[in-house]
C-alpha cells in the first residue's frame, strides 16, 4: 500500500511525505502523553512522615491590588496553620493599598508590610520588590502568591509545605481560575490547565523547568545560592519560570496538586487582555535552557504539524483509514489522560470542550509568539 512506483511525480510523492509527516508526529505525540503527561495523570502523593511544623514566609508583591487585597488577603491570613507570617511588598501603589494593609495589621499580628516607594524600584518589574519580601523573610520555607489570588481552602499553606523533606528545596502548586459563565473562561481556564499539565508532569519526570508565582514555594536559602534574580533581572518577567528553571532539578523538586492546595485567581474579561497577559508569559521561554526549549517547542510544532497532515491526508483520499485509526487513537490517548488529570484537579468541565480549545490554542500560539517578536511590553502591572 505505501510503495512509490519508480518514475513518480511530485504530486504523487508529496502525499507520502505528509504521511511519513503525520507518522512522526503521530509517535511524538504517543510519547509525550503516554511517557510524560501520564506521570501526573497517574500521579499518587507518597505519604510523608510527619516532621512536626515548618514555619512558613508568605510573600506577596501588590501594585494598585486594593480591591484584590481587600477580598484576597484575609484568606491568606486566616489560614489553618499555626506558624507562619505574610508579608505585602506594596510597590509604590497610586490607591488606597497602604492604608489597607496597615488597618490589617492592627488585626493580624503575623502580617508585615513592605512598603516601597516610586524611586526605590531600580528595575521595571516585579523582581526588586519580591527580591526585597524574600530577604526581609522570617522563615526559610518561602511561599508566593500574587494580590489577585485567594487560597481554595484554608489548607493550603499546609498541603503545599507538607512536601518538605532534607532533599526538597522547591514546590510547584497548581494556580487555576475561577470558573465563570462564557467560552473565553474555558479557553483560559484550559490554557491554564495545560501550561500546568506540562511543568508539572516533566517535574514529575525528573526534568522541572518552571512554575507559577500564583502558586510557588522554595527555600530561602536556595533563592541565595541561585543568586535570586541577577541572571535575568533585565527582564520585566521570569521571576517564576526562569528562576524554577535554572535552580530546579530531578532531586530538589515536588509537586502538589491537591485541590485544597490550590490558588484561584480571576481570569481577564476580554480577550485583548488575556492574550496581553500571555504575551508577558511567553517573553521568558527564549531564556530557558536549551534542553526545555526543545522539548517545548516539540512538543508544539508534532501537536500542530499532526493536525494538519491529518486534514491535508483526507483531502488527498490518502490512506484514509490508517490515518482515521491513527488519529483515533490519538484523540483517545489525549481523553484518558486529560480526564484523569482533570479529575485529579477538580477542572471535569474542561474536557467537554479539549478539541475545539486546543484547536484554538494551537492557532493562537504562533501569532502570540511572533507579536513578542515586533511589540514589546513595558510594566508588569
Known sequence: MLELPSGTSVLQILPFSVFILFGISWIIQMVYYWIIYSKLAFYNKKVQEDSGTKSVSVVICAKNEYQ???????????????????????????????????????????????????????????????????????????????????????????????????????????????KTVGFLNQLIRYDAFLIAMQYLSFALSGSPYMGVGRNLSYKKDLFYKAKGFTSHYKLKSGDDDLFINRAANRNNTRIEISPDSHTIS?????????????????????????????????GYISKLLLYLSFVALLILNYNWLIILIAFSVYFISHWIILAFST?????????????????????????I?????????????
Open 68 to 178: 484584590n487585597l481587600l477580598h484576597n488577603l484575609p484568606l491568606v491570613l486566616e489560614q489553618d496553620y499555626p506558624d507562619y507570617e505574610v508579608i505585602v511588598v506594596n510597590d509604590a501603589s497610586d490607591d488606597d493599598s497602604i492604608e489597607l494593609l496597615n488597618s490589617l495589621t492592627r488585626k493580624y499580628k503575623h502580617l508585615r508590610i513592605f512598603d516601597l516607594e516610586k524611586n526605590l524600584n531600580f528595575f521595571s518589574g516585579k523582581k526588586f520588590p519580591l527580591s526585597l519580601g524574600i530577604k526581609s523573610a522570617q522563615h526559610e520555607i518561602i511561599l508566593l502568591t500574587d494580590a489577585d489570588c485567594r487560597p481554595a481552602s484554608p489548607l493550603w499553606i499546609k498541603n503545599m509545605v507538607s512536601n518538605y523533606d532534607a532533599r526538597t528545596d522547591i514546590v510547584l502548586g497548581y494556580g487555576t481560575y475561577k
Open 266 to 298: 480571576t481570569a481577564k474579561a476580554n480577550l485583548v487582555q488575556w492574550i496581553i497577559q500571555k504575551r508577558r508569559h511567553y517573553s521568558t521561554a527564549h531564556y530557558y535552557r536549551s534542553k526545555f526549549k526543545f522539548l517545548l517547542s516539540l
Open 343 to 367: 479529575n485529579k484537579m477538580r477542572e471535569n468541565d474542561l474536557a467537554v470542550l479539549s478539541p475545539i480549545l486546543e484547536i484554538i490554542l494551537l492557532a493562537l500560539s504562533p501569532v
Open 369 to 381: 509568539y511572533f507579536s513578542n517578536l515586533i511589540i514589546k511590553q513595558e510594566k508588569w502591572k
